[in-house]
């Protein structure tokens, strides 16, 4: 989740983010100088995330896939932001930003767990950001509030599908990692309202 602050934008170079990054007790994305404080999450949005993670490192044992938790930055170079994703998976080694331990460019696979501050920038704006990188494969929409899962797979003339899944007792076929999740899997432990 992320806040911006509505007093006027201070700019601050690339550096200086990366340096107060390293020392701050909080996460910040980077948004082409603008830094960008992230904020807590509900105990679904974490439930959510600790059920990926775990589905996804079982699943994904023995092979040369790695499972990252927000904790790790994506830089995507040509709109000059530092994210971090819920959950996101990268397929081999991990291509480092210059060379930096805390910055990779290559996700071939990445969640985001919506809430009501940031699914209009998750589903747009980020969404944009994200389809810039090269290998990027899958990027997923996960709703806390409802069962409802928004799958987006790119093609390979570079165009992005949507399928959505609204059936708890659906699978989701992860094709860029060669792996199925149960959509129950996903929501387990978490407390739907009204279904």
Known sequence: MITQAKSKKQIISLENYRKLEEISEFKHEYHDGVIIAMTGGTINHNTIIMNLIFCLKLALNQTNCRVQ???????????????????????GDAVFNENRQDEIVNPCLIFEVLSPSTSSYDRGDKFLYYRS??????????DQSNYFIEHFTKTENNQWLLKEYQDINDMIQLNSINIDVKISDIYENISIANN
């Not at 932001?81 to 998976?89: A, H, I, N, S």
């Not at 990188?133 to 996960?142: S, V």
Request: net charge neutral; glycine share 4%; aromatic share 12%.
């Open 133 to 142: 990188i090269p290998y990027l494969k899958e990027y997923i929409l996960i």
């Open 69 to 91: 938790s927000s904790d790790l930055r994506v830089w995507i170079p040509e709109h000059k932001r530092g994210v971090y994703p819920d959950v996101m998976v990268i397929a």
